[in-house]
């Protein structure tokens, strides 16, 4: 159970690695403010639309992928304590707990990444309107 949480460790290490390097730029894209002229707009929205494709789309693709990879290995663990439980066992493990904890970081990461996705295509969509 231990090499399966140092992987799920590295994981979280590179995810928030990439992350740091992209936080600037999303950053950027959400600081943007709309223009009252509609040419001042058009830079706006090509930047918003880059940072969405070059940073926010992989970011949520990469904390999907690694939530799903997690899946499995967390319902095992999690049939396995209930079904200890209902047996009559308490069976703690520090590591399996751990690998339950990573995994609910990681659904917490994903669901952080579709909001900020979700306010860069609102703030997309404001751009257009005034572009």
């Known amino acids: 159970m ?3 949480l140092s992987a799920f460790a590295i994981l ?3 995810f928030t690695y990439i992350e740091s390097l992209y936080v600037k730029f999303i950053q950027e894209g959400l600081n943007i403010e709309v223009k009252e002229h509609k040419r001042d707009n058009k830079v706006g929205y090509l930047k918003v639309k880059k940072i969405i494709i070059n940073y926010q789309i992989p970011l949520l ?3 999907l992928i690694i939530c799903l990879i997690m899946t499995p290995v967390s319902i ?3 049939v396995n304590s209930f079904n200890y439980l209902s047996a009559g066992i308490a ?3 520090i590591s399996s ?3 339950i904890l990573l995994h609910s970081l990681f659904i917490i990461i994903f669901i952080r990444e ?3 996705f979700i306010k860069l295509k609102n703030k ?3 751009l257009i309107y005034w572009s």
């Open 12 to 14: 979280l290490a590179v």
């Open 2 to 4: 231990s090499d399966i």
């Open 114 to 116: 579709i909001i900020k």
């Open 91 to 93: 069976k703690y493990d």
């Open 124 to 126: 997309l969509k404001i």
């Open 97 to 99: 707990m751990s690998i």
């Open 76 to 78: 095992e663990i999690l």
């Open 61 to 63: 693709v990469i904390s």
